[in-house]
């Protein structure tokens, strides 16, 4: 660390080098003019303390103020890098977001075609479930008039035969012999009363 004892650096011995020319050429000028007539002594003085001043600088501040200067360059440094991550972080998230909404919309689109294709099929299964039922209904009426019909002509055939029966039997003078001779006469009133009413239509 800075404030660990060690041997002088490079700096530091060009420094003091430097600073002992210049004490010596100074202290030489200062004996040759001596313009201000300060004492040599004084310079001298002032030469040692300006040194160790700038030793003690060199010593402690400047490796401090180094330091310094190094940790906020890390500190920007790690600020960038941690910018660049963030910034990847977020195309990286914009990407994933992108392609969930693209599948998002290719699964809505999959669910509105299987919609309609659903509402299509129902409508069908409903027509022909409403077609079958409607048959179904119509066959059932036919046959219920049909029976009906079938039943009514039966009854009618019953009662008007018997009423041709009596009226044959008063025309003649004599009830009809058998049961066989009532029926034929019962058929062909029958008969006829069908043909008069088919050429009354």
Same mark, same amino acid.
């Given at each position: @660390?800075?404030?660990?004892?060690? @041997? ?13 020319? +210049? ?12 313009? +201000?007539?300060?004492?040599?002594? !004084?310079?001298?003085?002032?030469? &040692?303390?300006?040194?160790? &001043? +700038? ?9 401090? &103020? ?6 906020? *360059? ?9 910018? *660049? !991550?963030?910034?990847?972080? &977020? ?9 969930? +909404? ?69 025309? #003649? ?11 034929? #006469? ?5 008969? @006829? ?9």
């Amino acid at each position: @660390s800075a404030s660990s004892p060690r @041997s002088c650096s490079a700096p530091d011995r060009a420094g003091i080098q430097t600073m002992g020319a +210049l004490t010596t050429l100074l202290a030489a000028e200062a004996e040759e003019f001596n313009v +201000l007539r300060i004492p040599l002594y !004084e310079v001298i003085i002032a030469l &040692v303390a300006f040194l160790i &001043v +700038l030793l003690v600088l060199g010593k402690f501040a400047l490796p401090k &103020v180094k330091q310094i200067l190094d940790e906020r *360059e890390e500190a920007i440094a790690g600020g960038i890098k941690k910018a *660049e !991550e963030a910034q990847a972080q &977020v195309a990286e998230l914009k990407e994933q977001m992108e392609a969930e +909404l693209d599948a998002a919309r290719q699964e809505a689109a999959e669910i509105r075609t299987q919609a309609q294709a659903d509402k299509a099929q129902i409508i069908e299964e409903a027509r022909v479930q409403a077609q079958a039922a409607a048959k179904q209904v119509t066959d059932q009426a036919t046959a219920a008039i049909e029976a009906d019909s079938a039943k009514a002509m039966a009854d009618l055939r019953t009662s008007v035969g018997a009423m041709a029966v009596d009226l044959a039997g008063k025309i #003649v003078g004599e009830k009809l012999a058998d049961d066989a001779t009532s029926q034929r #006469v019962v058929d062909r009133f029958i008969s @006829s009363l069908e043909d008069s009413t088919a050429g009354q239509s």
